[in-house]
Every structure is written in structure tokens, then in C-alpha cells.
């Protein structure tokens, strides 16, 4: 097993990343049901959370069925990554994630994100303002460095875990990559073995298929690995993986059943979270990825975005079920959308 401090997870544990706009509590619940064994909330600006914008404080939202939970935090002044530090104390994670991997040129503007990656004495100085100011074991999301000239992962991940932290998560990219290329997890590997780092070292990037996951893990020896992308639409990946880790076979994709079954669950979670009308529009977005690959799906998929109540939604997923029940799915790759040009973090 794999411990962060007193967190104990299973051997090589599956993280669902950080995601803005994708992990939300309803999202983290079906991944949780599907294998996941660590969540992470999206990104919640410190700034934000001081000021009490609603949006933020909702963010802080954690069904009990979902933990452990990890709420990530960015800020670049450590004053007031300290104040949010401790207003995300009281609402009750498991743990607190500081992001210093977000490339965003707005969040790197600021000083906070991956714009920290070139002053790494402040970011030593955040993360022990943080661990003072919480008592919520701390972990940090990261990126390789800079550009391809500073990648000083290897430094960075002494220096945060002498300042406290419990755990690191490297993001095989640097800054300037954004999102170009293939992650290089070598680096990863590097920090991994120092024999100076006690804490798990979580590897993050490019992680589609059950296949990858498992050569990853004997190449580069890390603790767990993040997956991010590749769960946005098919939250059976991380199943899938550990299957795959548990017995070397290809687990079948999912049918029909059990997809109409997490669009239910996950409309059912939705409608908790946000309420009825805001909770059924919310959950729009996903129908067809939870459904995609079934032939003439977009007759359903239309009447799924345009009804507004749930008995009409539940009573489309049936019919969905009755119609489809049986077919075999076929397998088809996760495609990793490339975020670099337009992305959010
Ligand atoms: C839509 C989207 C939103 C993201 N939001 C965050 C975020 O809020 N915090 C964070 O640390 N990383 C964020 N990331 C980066 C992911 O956590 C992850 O590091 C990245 O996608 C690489 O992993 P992957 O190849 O498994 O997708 C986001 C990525 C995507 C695609």
C-alpha cells in the first residue's frame, strides 16, 4: 500500500487529476465507483476563496462517497495562500494540493501556477506557509520546470518535501511545453530514485490505455500515477487499469447497461449537487460521451439535451437501454485531446 501520511491507499494508486470544469463532485463520484482511488477538485484560486466568491466556495463541495478527496489550491502571495489554506482546513479533505503546474499565461501573470517554477524559493516559502497553516497533510502538482532549459524537478522535489509535503505529482512537461509533445517520465523516474525522497512520487501525462499504465509502472518505478484527459467521457479507464495491473488481460469495455447506468448515476449526483434545473443542463455535456460508438445515437442524444425534467431524461436512457441491450461495444482509443492551444490550465 501507499501511504500519504495517514492516508492509506492501495498499491499504485489511480489518481483522477485536477481538472477545471471536469472534476467536479458529480464527475469524482463516477470515477470513484469506476477504480479511482485518490480525487482531486479542480484548481480554487486562493484569491477567491478570501473573497468568498461563491463560485470557489462551491468548489470546496465533497460527497462523503467520493473521499479521499484532495482540494487544490493556487495563489501566488503566501499570505493569502495561507488565509485560503486555512478556510479549505475547516471544510474537511483529506488533503490539500498546491498547484504549481497550471500554465496558463492569466494564473502564470499572477506569479502563481507553473510561474512559480522560476523562483523556487518562493515556491518553498508557499508550501511551508501552507503546511503551517493547515493541518491537512500537504501535497503538490508540478511540472518538470520551466522550459527546457531549467527542468530542476529533481532540486524542486527535495526542497518541497524538507518544507512538508507528504506527496508530489510530476506532470512530465515543462511550462513552455504546455501540452506539445510526448511527457518525459524519465525525469520522473530520477526523482523517484534519490534516495533522499521518502514521499510518494506520483507520475502524471499521457496515460490512455491499461497497456501504458503498466509499462509506465515498471519503467519508471513511480508510487501511482494521475490520469487526467483520458477519463474525461470514459471514467472505466481506471478499472480498466487495474485490472489489467491485477491479471495482464484486457478487461471488456463497457455495455450498454452499465453506461446508461453511470449516465444515470451521474444525473442523479448532478441534480444533488446543483439542484434540479441547473443539474439537469450541467449533465448535457456527457451524454454522448458516455454513449459514443453506439450506432444512430445522436436521435437520443437530441432529445437527452433538449428535455428539461428528470422522469423524461430517466425514461430516454431506458428506452436507450431497450434498444441497444446486447450490442457489442467495440473497443476504439482514447484519444488525448492536445490542450495547448486553447487550454484552460
Ligand atoms: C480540461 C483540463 C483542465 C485541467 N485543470 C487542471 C487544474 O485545475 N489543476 C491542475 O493541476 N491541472 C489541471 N489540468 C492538468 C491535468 O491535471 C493533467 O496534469 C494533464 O491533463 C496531463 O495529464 P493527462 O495526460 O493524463 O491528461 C487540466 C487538464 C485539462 C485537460
Known sequence: MVKIDHITLPDFPLLLAPMEDVSDPPFRVVCKHNGADLMFTEFISSEGLIRDAIKCRRKLEIFDEERPVGIQL??????????????????????????????????????????????????????ERCVRSTTLPVTVKTRLG??????????????????????????????????????????????????????????NGDIDSPQKALEYKDRYGVDGIMIGRAAIGYPWIFREIRHYLNTGEEMAPPTVAERVEVCKQHLCKSLQWKGDGAGVYAMRRHYLNYLKGLPNIKEFRTRLVTLNTVPEIEAVLDEVLRTYDGFEMERTPIQLVNYHENCLV
Not at 486555512?86 to 499565461?105: A, H, M, R, S, Y
Not at 522550459?147 to 513552455?176: F, S
Request: one cysteine or more.
Open 146 to 203: 520551466w522550459d527546457d532549459n531549467t527542468k530542476n524537478i529533481e532540486e524542486v522535489a527535495e526542497r518541497l518535501q524538507d518544507a512538508g509535503i507528504k506527496a508530489l505529482t510530476i506532470h512530465g512537461r515543462t511550462r513552455c511545453q504546455m501540452y506539445k509533445g510526448e511527457a518525459d517520465w524519465s525525469l520522473i523516474a530520477k526523482v523517484k530514485n534519490n534516495p533522499r525522497i521518502h514521499i510518494p512520487i506520483f507520475g
Open 74 to 127: 493556487f495563489g501566488g502571495d503566501e499570505e493569502r495562500l495561507a488565509m485560503a489554506a486555512k478556510i479549505v482546513d475547516v471544510t474537511n479533505p483529506e488533503l490539500l494540493d498546491i498547484n504549481f503546474g497550471c500554465p496558463v499565461k492569466g494564473i502564470v501573470a499572477q506569479g502563481a501556477g507553473s510561474g512559480v517554477l522560476k523562483d523556487i524559493d518562493l515556491m518553498v516559502r508557499l508550501t
